[in-house]
């Protein structure tokens, strides 16, 4: 047996899952980004900050995840049709 056969593996998600679980990590990253930076510009620095932060990241995801999952739909089209795709030539070529 070799590591590679010993390592333990992680449980994956099923691949259906995949246009739920991207929207999902990427509205919790940004939330929490952008919910802290809020909450310490319009509160400073100061006791209780913390519990301040999570709940205004709380009430943010809930709003960005749904969001996300209606609109990253639209944002894929418009992202094709900003892009060159593989292959093709560049816009200043197809005109």
């Known amino acids: 047996m ?5 390592k333990p593996r992680r449980p994956a998600l099923p691949r259906w899952l995949h246009p739920f679980v ?3 990590l990427l509205s919790v990253f940004m939330t929490a980004v952008v919910s ?3 909450t310490v ?3 400073g620095l100061k006791p209780g900050i913390v ?3 999570l709940l205004a990241w709380a009430w943010s995801w809930l709003i960005a ?3 996300l999952l209606l609109v990253l739909p639209l944002v894929r089209r418009l992202t094709a049709l900003l892009t ?3 292959g093709s030539p560049p816009a200043a070529a197809r005109r």
């Open 2 to 6: 070799t590591s590679q056969d010993m």
């Open 22 to 24: 991207m929207p999902l």
């Open 36 to 38: 802290a930076i809020s």
């Open 41 to 43: 510009k319009a509160l």
């Open 51 to 53: 519990s301040e932060w």
């Open 65 to 67: 995840f749904p969001t």
């Open 84 to 86: 060159a795709q593989p």
